[in-house]
């Protein structure tokens, strides 16, 4: 049941994204912020934690996850160390992801080439 969950949660956000797409004037870039501070408000409102139980890799995987882990690490910052802590603890939970990013980024950029 979790696969269904998972699928039918990435599914809806992409459609969600779609209908902005093809019925605003925002562009992508535009989008993916929304769903960033989207999943931020929602990790703020403890809501993003019960997506996460429901749709497990489906709510994992989109991009309002990277807004739900820079809230969390922001938190989880300020009640260690306070109001600093918020701007230290803000990418310690998702410092992982970013530096694999940027690092299959550069070997696949080295593994093919661009057609022209």
Do not use: W
Not at 1 to 15: E, K, R
Not at 51 to 59: D, K, L, P, W
Not at 90 to 95: I, Q
Request: glycine share 14%; proline share 2%.
């Amino acid at each position: 049941m979790i696969y269904l969950n998972a699928f039918l949660f990435a599914g809806i956000a992409c459609l969600l994204a779609q209908l902005i797409l093809d019925n605003t004037k925002l562009t992508p870039g535009h989008v993916t912020s929304l769903f960033t501070v989207l999943g931020a408000f929602f990790g703020f409102l403890g809501l993003y934690d019960k997506f996460i139980s429901f749709a497990g890799g489906g709510a994992t995987t989109i991009i309002s996850n990277f807004g739900y882990v820079l809230y969390k690490g922001a938190y989880l910052g300020f009640q260690e160390q306070g109001i600093l802590g918020i701007f230290t603890g803000l990418l310690t939970k998702g410092s992982c992801a970013i530096v694999g990013a940027v690092v299959f980024s550069f070997v696949l950029v080295l593994l093919f080439k661009p057609k022209d």
